[in-house]
């Protein structure tokens, strides 16, 4: 093999593409690996712009590649921190019910905990919960001990660190611009001159569908971002989450719902919201990218997915462009949050997959095509399940990425 030639080349620099090439280095240790990323350092996106939190699994619909890789990952999460020196802390969460009609899937996300074998979970009532998190409100609360707190951008300087020890290649500003594909050959086109490889991990995050259609593919479903906004609590008034108060989801979206997240760093912040962002990359409103706005206006799943969801589209931009709505929303679970408390904070933007029926793709999408392997749908929990995403992934296409 010359300079330029790889056994396998990976396509993105998050904590997803970064763990998989790990994993490819502890068990092919002497095949040639290469990661191409765009930006300048690895965990640009979605892997250095989230809340930080290591999962517990109790969310996932039990026998989903979520729930699975969640349980387990996030196990293998602290266990890695913790062999790494890598700041971490498993300080459990209350997920909180504010009215009667929360009750019913509280419950459930209880069942759905112990079905998923998390153990410790406990429900509790108001007088427990004000022991726990004395400032929350709530009339029931489920109480999730193996919940914990890190820095994925520090995780994935230590995958990159690792993996470059161990002989394999992580080169940043190097974006994929082009794909050639044969049965026995991947080329990939870059300013920095092309790259062979005899097959392609495609990590790409917000890009994936692209890269996806870049290799020769027809993805099933469309990339859309949607941004997270935070605000970050005051430092004098931090005190008032000691550690992560949620609320209960509702069960229609992906997502947790805004909450408070005590950070590793010590500093405790709320959100995120889910709108719409009008650029894959756009982590503030005035971020609009035409080509990324013109394919998603022309994709049918989004109006399919605006004519079902207008109505909590319209509350999550109410919320975004109204700080005081934002904090009515918060004080159903910390009644004491004033307007005057918060200031704003980071965003960061979710890869979700949408199906042309207008449905958000909920579990982790893995799709083989010959020598290629497609990363397709790898939102939250990913950060807290990449090791074992990683593991599995390896596990199941090694002989199809020509690597067994
Ligand atoms: C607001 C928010 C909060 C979240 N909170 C949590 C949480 O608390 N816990 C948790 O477990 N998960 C959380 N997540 C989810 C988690 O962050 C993601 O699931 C995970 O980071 C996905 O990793 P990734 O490697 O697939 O994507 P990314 O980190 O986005 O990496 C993809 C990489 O591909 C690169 N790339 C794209 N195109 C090209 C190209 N052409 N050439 C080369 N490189 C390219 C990009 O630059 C990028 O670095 C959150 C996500 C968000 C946005």
Not at 88 to 93: I, S
Not at 273 to 292: K, Q
Not at 301 to 310: A, K, S, Y
Request: net charge positive; hydrophobic share 40%.
């Amino acid at each position: 093999m010359n300079e330029s030639q790889y056994k396998v080349i990976i396509i993105g620099g998050g904590v997803v593409g970064l763990a998989v090439a790990l994993e490819i280095t502890r068990r092919f240790p002497r095949q040639r690996l290469l990661v191409l990323e765009k930006e300048d350092h690895v965990a640009r996106h979605q892997s250095g712009h989230n809340s930080g939190v290591i999962h517990s699994g109790v969310y996932y619909k039990p026998g989903s590649l979520k729930a699975r890789l969640c349980v387990a990952g996030a196990a293998a999460m602290v266990e890695f921190c913790r062999e790494q020196g890598i700041p971490h802390q498993v300080c459990g969460k209350v997920i909180v019910a504010t009215n009667e009609d929360e009750l019913p899937r509280l419950a459930e996300l209880h069942s759905r905990g112990l079905a998923n074998g998390l153990t410790g979970l406990r429900l509790i009532g108001k007088e427990e919960l004000h022991e726990i998190e004395p400032h929350a409100a709530g009339i029931q609360a489920l109480v999730v001990p193996s919940t914990g707190i890190t820095d994925y951008a520090v995780v994935c300087e230590k995958y990159a660190e690792l993996i470059r020890a161990a002989g394999g290649s992580v080169l940043t500003s190097t974006p994929a611009m082009a794909i050639q594909r044969s049965s026995s050959q991947i080329v990939v086109e870059t300013p920095r001159g092309s790259f062979q490889g005899l097959s392609l991990i495609n990590c790409a995050g917000l890009f994936s569908d692209r890269i996806s259609r870049m290799a020769g593919d027809q993805p099933s479903a469309m990339i859309v971002p949607f941004r997270g906004e935070y605000y970050d609590i005051v430092p004098k008034r931090a005190s008032l989450v000691r550690a992560l108060i949620y609320p209960v989801p509702d069960p229609r979206f992906p997502f947790l719902g805004v909450h408070f997240t005590r950070r590793i760093s010590g500093k405790v912040d709320a959100g995120p919201n889910a709108i719409f962002a009008l650029a894959r990359e756009g982590y503030r409103h005035t971020d609009i990218n035409l080509r990324d706005l013109a394919s998603a206006l022309a994709f049918p799943g989004l109006w399919r997915m605006g004519q079902q969801h207008w109505r909590m589209g319209l509350g999550e931009w109410h919320r975004s462009l109204s700080k005081s709505a934002f904090v009515h929303a918060l004080q159903g679970l910390l009644p004491e949050i004033q307007e005057k408390d918060l200031v704003p904070g980071g965003s960061g933007v979710r890869a979700q997959a949408l199906k042309p029926d207008g449905t958000l793709v909920d579990d982790f999408q893995f799709v083989p095509s010959g020598n290629v392997l497609h990363i397709l749908n790898v939102p939250s929990p990913a950060a807290t399940a990449s090791l074992m995403i990683a593991r599995t992934i390896i596990e199941t296409a090694a002989a199809g990425l020509g690597l067994a």
